[in-house]
C-alpha cells in the first residue's frame, strides 16, 4: 500500500481557522496565527486523523485564493519560521501534510498579471493570462466564473507551466507531501501533464488531488497525471439521499463510484470549505451519523471538514462573504471549543477506528445486497482476501431484523439484539 492509502485527512481553511482579516490592504506586520493550529494536531489524531490539509497559506489580497505571491506565507498566518515549525509538529506525530495550490487563476495583484493588465495586449507578460482585451482604453481579462479579482492564467504559457512546477518543488522541499490542486475541472489535463513529471521526478511519493465538481472523472485523472479528484458526485448523493430519504439516488452513485476506485482512489468528504455543512443538509440530527458511517465505510481517501466531527451547522449563502459561516473561527485549542455533539465526534472515532483496524476498505469492491427507500446494505469486499463487511442504515422508526448470529462490530444507537436499530446503523461481520 502506498502512504496515502491509510491518510484519513482534516482539512482546514486557515485564514477562517485562525481568524485572520478579511483583506491584507490594511493589514501591517506579522501575527503569528499559524502557530495556533499545533494545538489542534492532537485533537486530529484523537478521532483518528493523520493528515492535515490545508486551504490557501500563501500571501494573498483576500480569502486566500486570490494569490499575489506563491513563495510567501500570507503575513495574516505567520511567517516561514512558524509554517516550518508546523511541518515539524506534523512530522513528530507522524501527521502528513498537504498544501491547496491555487493554479488556475491568481488575483489582480499577483506581479505578471499585474503588469499584463496595466499595459495591455502587447504587454511583455500577456503570455501569463488566459485572454488580454483592450476595449476602448479598458483592459479586461479572462475572470474566473466572472469574478474579476480571479485571473485566469494561460495554461499553456511555457513560463506558467515552469512557475507552477517550481512551486510545488519549492514547498515539498520545505516538507509537505502533496498538493491539492483547486479548481482543476477548469484546467486543462495537459498543463497538468506537462508539469508533474518533473515534480515526481524528485518526489515520486508526493500525492495529488484535483478539484473536480464535473467532469469525466477517469479520463481526467488519466490524462492529467493525477492520482486523484474530489468525489462530488458522492457528497451529494449521501446528504440528499438520507434528507429525503431516498437510497435509490445513492445506490446509483455508488455503482459509478465503485468504477472510479477500479482507477483511482477519490478523495470522499460530507462537507468542505465551499459547501453547506452536512449537518445543515441533512434536517434530522438523527440521522447525521449515517452519513458518518458512509465517509469511513466507503473506499475513497476520506477527508473531514473542520468541524464536522463535532456536528458543526452552517449554511454557505450566494452573496458576498457567504462562505464566512462554514469557515469560522476555532479557539487556539480544543479544550477551549465547548459547543459540540458528543455523539457525533464519538461516531467518528467508532467508525474511523474500524477502518482502521479494516485497512483494506480504502479499495474495496462494493455491492448493494438490499435496499429500498429508507433502508440500504452495502457490502464491502477485500480485493486480495476474503475479508468482508456490511454496512447497514436504516432511516425507520422501527428496528429492521438480521439474521440470527450476526457478528454486531459497530452500530449506532448501541444496541444488543439482532436488529438495526430505529434511525440507525450498523457494521456487521458478513
Known amino acids: 500500500m502506498w502512504w496515502v492509502d491509510h491518510v484519513i485527512w482534516w482539512q482546514v481553511y486557515p485564514l477562517g481557522f485562525l481568524g485572520a482579516e478579511k483583506e491584507l490592504g490594511p493589514f501591517q506586520g506579522e501575527v503569528n496565527r499559524l502557530p495556533r493550529l499545533q494545538g489542534w494536531l492532537d485533537h486530529l489524531i484523537s478521532w483518528g ?9 500563501f500571501t494573498s489580497s483576500t480569502h486566500g485564493y486570490d494569490t499575489v505571491d506563491y513563495f510567501q506565507i500570507d503575513p495574516r498566518l505567520g511567517d516561514e519560521a512558524d509554517f516550518d515549525a508546523l511541518v515539524a509538529a506534523c512530522r513528530e506525530r507522524g501527521v502528513r501534510l498537504l498544501l491547496d495550490g491555487v493554479f488556475n487563476h491568481v488575483g489582480r495583484d499577483f506581479p505578471p498579471v499585474a503588469q499584463a493588465l496595466a499595459e495591455g495586449p502587447g504587454s511583455p507578460t500577456q503570455d501569463w493570462v488566459s485572454q488580454l482585451y483592450d476595449t476602448d482604453g479598458v483592459i479586461t481579462a479572462d475572470y474566473f466564473e466572472g469574478h474579476d479579482t480571479l485571473i485566469t492564467l494561460n495554461h499553456h504559457s511555457p513560463r506558467v507551466q515552469e512557475y507552477v512546477r517550481e512551486v510545488m518543488l519549492h514547498w515539498l522541499r520545505r516538507g509537505v507531501d502533496g498538493w491539492r490542486l483547486d479548481a482543476a475541472y477548469a484546467v486543462p489535463a495537459e498543463f497538468w501533464a506537462a508539469v508533474l513529471p518533473a515534480v515526481r521526478k524528485e518526489f515520486p511519493n508526493a500525492w495529488f488531488v484535483g478539484e473536480m465538481i464535473h467532469g469525466d472523472y477517469i479520463d481526467y485523472v488519466q490524462t492529467s497525471g493525477l492520482d486523484s479528484v474530489t468525489q ?11 434528507n429525503t430519504i431516498n437510497f435509490h439516488e445513492l445506490e446509483w452513485t455508488l455503482g459509478r463510484h465503485a468504477k472510479f476506485v ?8 460530507l462537507s468542505n470549505h465551499d459547501v453547506t455543512r452536512v449537518a445543515s443538509q441533512i434536517n434530522d440530527p438523527r440521522h ?49 471549543f465547548t459547543h459540540s455533539h458528543p455523539e457525533i465526534e464519538q461516531a467518528y472515532r467508532r467508525v474511523i477506528g474500524l477502518r482502521r483496524r479494516n485497512p483494506w476498505l480504502v479499495d474495496a469492491t462494493i455491492n448493494i445486497e438490499q435496499v429500498d427507500n429508507a433502508h440500504l446494505h452495502i457490502k464491502a469486499q ?35 439484539d439482532q436488529a438495526v436499530p430505529p434511525h440507525g446503523w450498523a457494521i456487521i461481520a458478513s
Open 49 to 57: 486523523g493523520n493528515g492535515l490539509l490545508l486551504g490557501p497559506i
Open 232 to 242: 462530488y458526485e458522492l457528497w451529494w448523493a449521501i446528504w440528499s439521499s438520507i
Open 288 to 336: 447525521w451519523s449515517h452519513a458518518v458511517a458512509l465517509l469511513g465505510f466507503l473506499p475513497g481517501i476520506p477527508s473531514v471538514y473542520y468541524g464536522d466531527e463535532f456536528g458543526l451547522q452552517a449554511i454557505k449563502e450566494q452573496r458576498p462573504s457567504g462562505d464566512d459561516a462554514v469557515r469560522p473561527e476555532m479557539p487556539k485549542q480544543r479544550w477551549l
Open 382 to 416: 477485500a480485493r486480495h482476501s476474503q475479508q468482508s463487511l456490511t454496512l447497514a442504515l436504516n432511516l425507520t422508526d422501527k428496528p429492521q431484523a438480521l439474521p440470527d448470529n450476526t457478528k454486531m462490530l459497530e452500530a449506532e444507537p448501541d444496541i444488543t
Open 262 to 269: 477500479e482507477h483511482f482512489l477519490p478523495l470522499t468528504f
